[in-house]
C-alpha cells in the first residue's frame, strides 16, 4: 500500500511558477513510475508528465514540454512538479500517481495503482 499527499498548490499569475510535491508513504518507492494528472473543471483527467522509478525516463504531454520539469528525490520519497511559464489554461486540480506499469500506460490512468487526493493549481490571466 502507498500513500500519497500533493502539495504546492496555490493561485499565481500566468507567467508564474509553482512546484508541486507529492510525498509517499513506504519503503519502495523507487520501484514505482510516478505521474502527474490534472483535472480542470467539466474536463476529464489527463495526463501530464511520468517518470521512472530510477528517473532516467521522463514523458511529458505536448502541452506541457518545455514549461513543466517532473523529477524525484528517492532518498525523500517524493516526486516534484516544477512549472514555469504557466498559463490560465493550466488551471486544474493536479493529482499524483503512483504505479508499476509499463512505458506503454504511463499515459493512462488506468496505469497506475494509488492517487493521491490532489491539489489546487489556480493560474490568472
Known amino acids: 500500500q502507498v500513500q500519497l499527499v500533493e502539495s504546492g498548490g496555490g493561485l499565481v499569475q500566468a507567467g508564474g511558477s509553482l512546484r508541486l510535491s507529492c510525498a509517499a508513504s513506504g519503503r519502495t518507492f523507487s520501484s514505482y513510475v510516478m505521474g502527474w494528472f490534472r483535472q480542470a473543471p467539466g474536463k476529464e483527467r489527463e495526463f501530464v508528465a511520468a517518470i521512472s522509478g530510477s528517473g532516467d525516463i521522463l514523458v511529458y504531454e505536448d502541452s506541457v514540454k518545455g514549461r513543466f520539469t517532473i523529477f524525484r528525490d528517492n532518498v525523500k520519497n517524493t516526486v516534484y512538479l516544477q512549472m514555469n511559464s504557466l498559463k490560465p489554461e493550466d488551471t486544474a486540480v493536479y493529482y499524483c500517481?503512483?504505479?508499476?506499469?509499463?512505458?506503454?500506460?504511463?499515459?493512462?490512468?488506468?496505469?497506475?495503482?494509488?492517487w493521491g487526493q490532489g491539489t489546487q493549481v489556480t493560474v490568472s490571466s
Open positions: 500517481a503512483a504505479g508499476t506499469a509499463g512505458g506503454s500506460r504511463w499515459h493512462n490512468e488506468r496505469g497506475y495503482d494509488y
